[in-house]
C-alpha cells in the first residue's frame, strides 16, 4: 500500500482576486508619504471658495418654493442647525483638502445628529447611520472630518471647554481608527454580520458613563421602541367623517386638500399612488407581497429635516387587516448628491436608487419597504424618490442633554459605526494601515474640527446677515 502523503503544504500568500492583504497594507502605508497623515490637521479656506449663502440660494432654486424660508429659518437658528443644512458648502470645502486616495461609500452627511437608533427586519435595535440623501464612493477622510466638526460645534453650543471638545474628537476618531484596525484583521463575512446592538450599547453606558448616563441610554432605548407606524399613526392622524385622515400641522403637515390650488391636489394624488404602486418592483418579492397587503387611505406633504426643508416629502398612510393596522410610508424627493460635483457622478441614473444602493450597502440592517422610483409630472417635471417607513423604532440623540463624559461615549459609537460602514465597502486594510497605531490622525483631526467650527460660526453669521438684509427671506417653523 502507498503512504498517503501528509506533508503540510504552505498555502500561496494570496488565493484570492486581487492584492494579497500585505499589498493592500503596504499600499496604505504609501498614501502617508504623498499625504502625511498630519497634513489632515491644517484646514484654510480656498481662496475661490464659493459665498456659502450663494451655494444655499441655488439649491433652493429647486425646491418648493414656498418652503425655503423655513429651512433658512431653522438654519440661522444656531450654528449647530445652520452645520446640519450645509453639507453643501462642506462637500466644496473638503474637496480641497488632502485624502489618502482610498474611496469608500460616504454617507455624505455624516454629522452626530445623523447617527441613531434604528429597528432592525429581525426587530433588534440597532445603533446606525440614518441619513443617505448625500451617499456616494469617495474619500473615507470626509465622512470622518464631517463628523468630527459636528462633535465640536455641539460642544461649543453646550459650553464645553476646549480640552473637553479635544477628548470628545479624539474619542470619536480613535474609535473609527482602532475598529477600522481591527475590521482590517477579520473576514469578510465577519465584517459583514458586524453591528452595534442594544446589548453593545448597554456595555458602553456600564462602563463609561455614571449613573445617570446609564439613566439616560435605557430611556432612550425604550422611547426608540415605541416609535413605530403605530406610535406615528396615533399621533399624526385623526378620524374624520368616519375615515382616518393625516391631521394638519401648520407649515409642517399639509393634506392634500389644504395645498395651494396651483399644486392641482388631484393630479398628486393619482402621481403618488403611482408612486406607491410602482415603487414595490425595488423590493424583495417577499417584501412586495406584503406592501400589496395594505391599502392607500390618505397622504400629506411633510416638511422634515433641516438640510432637506423645501424638498417634495410625502407621507402616505395604508392600511392592512382593518382600520387599527396602520403602515406610514414618507416618500422623499432624491436630487443629484452634494458630492456628485467633487467626487464624481453617481453610477445609478435613479438619484433615489443611488440613496437606497448606499444605505443597504453602509447600514448593518435596512427597513424592509426601503425602495425607489420615479414619478412623471410633479412639479411638471420627472422626479426621483426614495421610499421607508415614516417610524422604525427611531430615537435620536439630544447633544444640549449631554454632559462632556456623555457625549464622549456617544462620539465613540458614532466612530465604531462609521468604520463598519465605510469597512463594507472600501479597503479596510490599507485605510487601517493608513491611520496606522498611534494617534497622529486623531491629533490632526481636533485641530481641523475647531479650525472647520470656526468657519462655520462665520458662514453662519453671514446668513443671519443676508436675512437681516433682505437677501434672503426667513421663517420660523
Known sequence: MTKRDTTT?????????????????????????????????????SSHR????????????????????????????????????????????????????????????????????????????????????????????????????????????????????????????????QQMRRFAKMRNLEVWYARVDETHLQAVAEEALHTRGRRTVSEAVSKARGRDSLQAFEKLTEVVDGRRRFAAVPQLITPLSELLPDQKPEALESQIRNLVGRYGDSLQSDRRHLLEQFTIVDMARKVVGVGSVGTRCWIVLLLGRDGEDPLILQAKEAGESVLAEFAGASEYANEGERVVAGQRLMQAASD?????????????????????????????AEPARMVP?????????????????????????AIAAYLGRSDVFDRALVRFAESYADLNERDHQQLVDAIASGQVTAAAA
Open 50 to 177: 464659493a459665498d456659502p449663502v450663494d451655494i444655499i440660494e441655488r439649491q433652493s432654486a429647486t425646491r418648493i418654493q414656498e418652503l425655503v424660508p423655513i429651512r433658512y429659518g431653522r438654519m440661522a437658528e444656531a450654528p449647530f442647525r445652520f452645520y446640519r443644512g450645509a453639507a453643501a458648502i462642506m462637500a466644496s470645502d473638503l474637496a480641497d483638502t488632502p485624502d489618502s486616495g482610498i474611496r469608500v461609500q460616504l454617507c455624505g452627511d455624516a454629522h452626530m445628529l445623523n447617527f441613531r437608533l434604528l429597528g432592525s427586519p429581525e426587530r433588534n435595535l440597532l445603533f446606525d447611520i440614518n441619513d443617505f440623501d448625500e451617499t456616494l464612493p469617495g474619500p473615507w477622510e470626509w465622512d470622518v472630518k464631517r463628523l468630527a466638526t459636528s462633535l465640536v460645534i455641539a460642544g461649543r453650543e453646550n459650553g464645553y471647554s476646549d480640552r473637553e471638545r479635544a477628548d470628545i474628537v479624539r474619542s470619536g476618531v480613535s474609535s473609527y481608527r
Open 9 to 45: 503544504t504552505k498555502a500561496p500568500k494570496n488565493e484570492g482576486p486581487g492584492p494579497s492583504v500585505a499589498e493592500r497594507a503596504a499600499n496604505g502605508r504609501a498614501a502617508r508619504a504623498r499625504t502625511p497623515r498630519s497634513a489632515h490637521g491644517e484646514f484654510e479656506p
Open 405 to 429: 463624559r456623555g457625549m464622549r461615549a456617544f462620539a465613540g459609537l458614532c466612530g465604531i459605526t462609521l468604520a463598519r460602514a465605510h469597512a463594507r465597502s472600501g479597503d479596510r486594510v
Open 368 to 396: 424592509i419597504f426601503l425602495g425607489w422610483q420615479q414619478t412623471h409630472g410633479i412639479d411638471g417635471r420627472e422626479r426621483d424618490f426614495y421610499v421607508r417607513q415614516l417610524r422604525d423604532w427611531k430615537g435620536i
